[in-house]
């Protein structure tokens, strides 16, 4: 059975003649007459009755009309749903770090909502060791995180950077002049477990020739935040989205030489995948990406704020 055997039979009966379904169709009205016959003859049964002197349908041929409406219907819902983007209905499952979470994730979800509203987010917040993870086992579409992978199995579209800088609680750190690298192993360092952002500073710590060990260890980035606020120790943490508590005295900045180097983040996905969504969503999160300032949306980086 095809969809031109349907429409042939379908178009005859909602037009009232062969005549004008092969006008419709673009065809003549014998290639109209084949297809039908072909369906009778595929079910061993006559759809219409020609011992009239006009053709009427069968019980079987209401039947087979019935039929032909319903799959035509659903024929052309699948044509229009891949034809445009914002007809895609699908879950999409986005893996993203807490920095995204905290900053820019509800700009990204409204922005694939209003291209994509048939869309169904699911995001995962979770270390950037997790999300390769999760991406290897096919349990995540797409993740948001440090470039920190070199792996051939992922493809990784940049969308930003980050300044990550040296911070403590005010007074923790008592000192006039900028701090040599080697001089942080003097005090307590607050590091994260199972960071992107921890292996790509690792790297670039070695290419100085400095090794940091971690006093207090946590894979939690408000954890992070919080033992720093408290004095426990000095940590590493992007600088813009936290300037309303350096500016309130919670935290300070350390002047260290050589400073570390902006923190870039891709947008990352197998390499044999080849959904144009997940491609689409790594373009949106390009556009949407900025470390600058807590949870925004679209209305308050329209305002300015």
């Known amino acids: 059975m095809t969809f031109k055997q349907l429409e042939a039979i379908y178009w005859v009966v909602r037009l009232g003649g062969f005549a004008k379904a ?30 009239l002197r006009t053709s009427r349908l069968t019980e079987k041929g209401e039947e087979m009309v019935a ?9 052309d819902l699948a044509v229009e749903q891949f034809q445009k983007p914002e007809i895609v209905e699908r879950q999409f499952r986005l893996g993203i770090t807490e920095l995204t979470a905290m900053t820019w994730l509800p700009k990204l979800v409204a922005r694939i909502q209003a291209f994509y509203p048939r869309v169904t987010i699911r995001p995962a917040v979770e270390t950037g060791l997790a999300l390769r993870d999760k991406l290897l086992a096919d349990e995540l579409d797409l993740a948001i995180v440090p470039d920190a992978f070199q792996e051939p199995r992922f493809t990784a579209h940049p969308v930003g950077t980050v300044e990550v800088v040296w911070m403590c609680k005010p007074g923790f750190v008592e000192t006039r002049r900028p701090l040599r690298l080697h001089e942080l192993g003097r005090y307590p360092l607050l590091l994260q477990t199972q960071s992107a952002t921890n292996m790509v500073l690792d790297r670039w710590l070695d290419s100085q020739g400095v090794r940091l060990t971690s006093s207090i260890s946590s894979n ?19 600088l813009q989205c936290l300037n309303p508590m350096i500016e309130s005295g919670m935290l300070a900045t350390i002047k260290v030489t050589p400073s570390a180097p902006e923190m870039a983040y891709v947008a990352m996905y197998r390499s044999e995948q080849r959904s144009s969504l997940v491609k689409s969503i790594a373009m949106l999160a390009q556009e949407c990406c900025d470390f600058s300032s807590m949870f925004q949306t679209e209305e308050s980086v329209a305002r300015g704020t």
């Not at 290639?31 to 009755?49: C, G, H, M, N, Y």
């Not at 939690?220 to 992007?238: D, E, F, R």
């Open 220 to 238: 939690n980035m408000l954890a992070q935040i919080g033992m720093t606020v408290s004095g426990l120790g000095i940590t590493y943490l992007p």
């Open 67 to 75: 039929v032909a409406k319903r799959l035509l219907e659903q024929r």
């Open 22 to 51: 092969a006008e419709k169709l673009h065809t003549t009205q014998s290639a109209v007459s084949k297809r039908i016959q072909e369906l009778e003859a595929l079910f061993d049964t006559p759809l219409f009755d020609r011992t």
